[in-house]
C-alpha cells in the first residue's frame, strides 16, 4: 500500500477526491457528518472513523474538504478535532474554500505540534472531481507544497503554488470573482438565444469554440438546456464564497462593484430556496424575473 491517510468530507467532490487517493492504492480513514455520504469510501475500503480526531490518529496526511470556514474551525480546532490527535511531523490539508485568516491562524497552531498544514482550495466542480483534472490552489510552506505533489497529482491536473499560509485561499477568491459574473453572462446569454427562437445546443457548440468560450458555457450550460439544475457546487457555498472575497476586498479598501451585483443574483436564488442547487440554476431565476 501507499500508506495511511485521513479524509475528512464527503460530498459532491469530496467523494470523488477521496475515492481517487483510496485507487491509488492508499489506506483511508474517513469522517463526514453524514455517514452514508461516506458510503463509497466504505465499499471501497475506507475505514470509516467517528470524529476527526480519529481520522487524523496514525495518518500520514489528512485531507479536509467541508462546506464553511466555521466548519474548518470545528474540524481542526475542536476538542475531538484533526489537531488534537495528529502526530508530529504529519502534513494537514485543508481543500475547503475558507477564509484566508483561519488558514493562516490554522497553519501557526498546527505548527505549534510540529505539523504542516496546507491550504489548497480546488477548482473545477464535480466533474473536474471525477475527472481527477481538478486546479489546485495552494498556500503554505513551500516544501510541504513539495512533499504533497504526489497525492496532488492524482487529484488534479493544474497544481500551483501560489505563496505563504493564506495565498492558496486568496487565489481561489479570485477564481470564484471571474467566475460570479461569468455564471451571470451564461444564464443571460442561454435565455436571450432562447427567446430569439434559436436552438440552445446550438448557440453552446458555437459561442463555446470563440472568444466566449469557458468553462461555465461548455459545462454547465448542457445542463441548462436539459433542465438539470443538480449541483457541481452549491449556490448556497457560491454565496458564501462572494461573501468571503466581498469581506477581503473591504479590509482592502478595493471596490468590487461586478461582484457585488452578481451576489445580489445569487442571493435571490436563495430567497427562492435554490441554494442546494447547482449555480446553473441561476437560470431559473432569470427566467421567472424575465416572465
Known amino acids: 500500500m501507499a500508506g495511511k491517510i485521513g479524509w475528512i468530507g464527503t460530498g459532491v467532490m469530496g467523494r470523488s477526491?477521496?475515492?481517487?487517493?483510496?485507487?491509488?492504492?492508499?489506506?483511508?480513514?474517513?469522517?463526514?457528518?453524514s455517514k452514508d455520504k461516506a458510503q463509497d469510501m466504505l465499499d471501497a475500503g475506507a475505514v470509516w472513523c467517528d470524529t476527526p480526531a480519529g481520522v487524523a490518529g496514525g495518518s500520514e496526511a489528512v485531507f479536509t474538504?467541508?462546506?464553511y470556514p466555521r466548519d474548518v474551525e470545528e474540524v481542526y480546532l475542536g476538542s475531538a478535532g484533526v489537531l488534537a490527535a495528529t502526530a508530529s511531523g504529519s502534513l494537514v490539508i485543508d481543500m475547503t474554500t475558507s477564509e484566508p485568516a483561519l488558514a493562516k491562524r490554522l497553519h501557526e497552531r498546527a505548527a505549534q505540534r510540529g505539523v504542516a498544514a496546507l491550504d489548497a482550495p480546488v477548482s473545477g466542480g464535480d466533474t473536474g472531481a471525477r475527472a481527477?483534472?481538478?486546479?489546485?490552489?495552494?498556500?503554505?510552506?513551500?516544501?510541504?507544497?513539495?512533499?504533497?505533489?504526489?497525492?496532488?497529482?492524482?487529484?488534479?491536473?493544474?497544481?500551483?503554488?501560489?505563496?505563504?499560509?493564506?495565498?492558496?485561499?486568496?487565489?481561489?477568491?479570485?477564481n470564484q470573482i471571474l467566475i460570479a459574473s461569468t455564471m451571470v453572462g451564461v444564464v443571460e446569454s442561454l435565455l436571450y438565444g432562447h427567446r430569439a427562437g434559436l436552438d440552445r445546443d446550438e448557440i453552446i457548440a458555437v459561442i463555446g469554440k470563440g472568444a466566449a468560450s469557458c468553462f461555465a458555457i461548455n459545462n454547465l450550460g448542457p445542463r441548462i438546456v436539459k433542465g438539470d439544475f443538480e449541483p457541481g457546487f452549491f449556490i448556497k457555498h457560491f454565496v458564501k464564497d462572494m461573501g468571503i472575497a466581498l469581506a477581503e476586498a473591504q479590509a482592502m479598501r478595493l471596490?468590487?462593484?461586478?461582484?457585488?451585483?452578481?451576489?445580489?443574483?445569487?442571493?435571490?436564488?436563495?430567497?427562492?430556496?435554490?441554494?442546494?442547487?447547482?449555480?446553473?440554476?441561476?437560470?431559473?431565476?432569470?427566467?421567472?424575473?424575465?416572465?
Request: glycine share 12%; net charge positive; with cysteine.
Open 17 to 33: 477526491m477521496c475515492l481517487h487517493l483510496r485507487r491509488a492504492g492508499y489506506e483511508v480513514a474517513v469522517y463526514n457528518r
Open 132 to 174: 481527477g483534472t481538478l486546479a489546485i490552489m495552494v498556500g503554505g510552506d513551500r516544501a510541504d507544497f513539495d512533499r504533497a505533489m504526489p497525492y496532488f497529482r492524482i487529484m488534479g491536473e493544474n497544481i500551483a503554488y501560489m505563496g505563504p499560509a493564506g495565498a492558496g485561499q486568496h487565489t481561489k477568491m479570485s
Open 65 to 67: 474538504i467541508v462546506g
Open 255 to 291: 471596490a468590487l462593484p461586478g461582484l457585488a451585483l452578481a451576489n445580489q443574483f445569487y442571493t435571490a436564488a436563495m430567497a427562492e430556496g435554490l441554494e442546494d442547487r447547482g449555480t446553473q440554476a441561476l437560470y431559473r431565476v432569470l427566467e421567472r424575473l424575465s416572465g
